[in-house]
Nanobody, 125 residues
Framework: QVQLVESGGGLVQAGDSLRLSCTTS????????MGWFRQAPGKEREFVAT???????RYADSVKGRFTISRDNTKNTVYLQMDSLKPEDTAVYYC???????????????????WGQGTQVTVSS
C-alpha cells in the first residue's frame, strides 16, 4: 500500500498558475504509474493526467497544453503544474498510485489503488 500526501492547492485568479505536489511512501515509487484526478462539486471524479513509470504522459483534453505532469523519483514525488487556470478547473485534486508495477498500458481510474486525501483548487473569475 502506498501512502500519498498532496499539497499546493489554494485560491487563485483565472490565468494564474499553481503547482500541486504529491509525496509518496510505502512502495518503490519509480516502479509505478501516478495520476492526478479531480472532482468538482456535484460532479463525478474525472481523469486529469497520468505519468507512467517510464515517463509516458497522458492528459485529459480539457487540460492539454495548460497542465504538465512530472515526477521526481529521487523525492518520491509527482507534480502537476497548472498554468492558465480557468474557473472550471475548480475542484478537489487527488493524486493516485497504480496498483501494479511496470504497467505496460495506460492505466485507467480503476487501476489506481491508493489515493491521497485531496487538495482544494479554487479559481476565481
Amino acid at each position: 500500500q502506498v501512502q500519498l500526501v498532496e499539497s499546493g492547492g489554494g485560491l487563485v485568479q483565472a490565468g494564474d498558475s499553481l503547482r500541486l505536489s504529491c509525496t509518496t511512501s510505502g512502495r518503490t515509487f519509480s516502479n509505478i504509474a501516478m495520476g492526478w484526478f479531480r472532482q468538482a462539486p456535484g460532479k463525478e471524479r474525472e481523469f486529469v493526467a497520468t505519468i507512467s513509470w517510464n515517463n509516458i504522459r497522458r492528459y485529459a483534453d480539457s487540460v492539454k497544453g495548460r497542465f504538465t505532469i512530472s515526477r521526481d523519483n529521487t523525492k518520491n514525488t509527482v507534480y502537476l503544474q497548472m498554468d492558465s487556470l480557468k474557473p472550471e478547473d475548480t475542484a478537489v485534486y487527488y493524486c493516485a498510485a497504480d496498483r501494479l508495477n511496470y504497467r505496460t498500458y495506460y492505466p485507467t481510474e480503476g487501476d489506481f489503488g491508493s489515493w491521497g486525501q485531496g487538495t482544494q483548487v479554487t479559481v476565481s473569475s
